[in-house]
């Protein structure tokens, strides 16, 4: 049974899919049997539950993905979710190739929304390993040097997100991409921004 109504912008954005719009289609008609409310977020179908984002539909070239916001609390008993990134510390996905994968995973979705929906409503947090301060790139040490607003705007960020563009310009292996990464980023740091961050 449809227990809420469809957001029009998701399926707008299933249909624009470049690889895995069936796929995506499949898994969010799935979720609006649930009591999650659909939304539209990081221009990508997201589920939430009394105000707080409990997962995500996501299109990658390889696969698509539902992300648990607090994965890495749900009792994973099939062994489906995986870790997004080396990063990552709470999300967890799982990932789907094809229609009949969805289908036969309708219980498991089922009963990881259900407990994803009784952390929020029990208020449970994730609790966050403290993380190094990863080294600054020389070429970020560079542009620092000149641009005495971009180092004020990148220390005013939180650690997270200093983490997250030192990690993307260190990820370049050649100094001039570095160089280009951290110019292609500089307006979203002077507007206090994570990488990822919407405008």
């Not at 200093?162 to 990690?167: E, G, S, V």
Request: positive net charge; charged residues 25%.
């Amino acid at each position: 049974m449809l227990l809420h109504m469809a957001d029009p912008r998701v399926d707008a954005y299933l249909q624009k899919a470049k690889h895995w719009g069936p796929v995506m289609a499949r898994i969010c008609v799935l979720l609006r049997t649930t009591e999650l409310e659909e939304t539209l977020k990081w221009w990508q179908p997201c589920y939430v539950h009394e105000g707080e984002n409990v997962l995500i539909v996501s299109e990658f070239k390889h696969h698509c993905s539902i992300g648990f916001f607090k994965g890495a609390l749900i009792n994973d008993t099939h062994g489906l979710l995986t870790v997004p990134g080396p990063n990552t510390q709470s999300s967890r996905t799982m990932r789907f190739t094809s229609v009949e994968q969805v289908e036969a995973a309708q219980a498991i979705i089922r009963d990881y929304v259900q407990q994803a929906m009784q952390l929020v409503e029990a208020g449970t947090k994730v609790v966050f390993a403290k993380r190094a301060q990863h080294a600054l790139p020389i070429e970020l040490e560079h542009a620092f040097a000149r641009d005495e607003p971009l180092r004020t705007a990148f220390k005013a960020l939180t650690p997270g997100r200093q983490n997250a563009y030192i990690l993307h310009f260190a990820g370049a292996k050649q100094s001039a991409t570095r160089t280009s990464r951290i110019n292609a980023c500089r307006e979203r740091i002077l507007a206090g921004k994570g990488l990822r961050d919407e405008y």
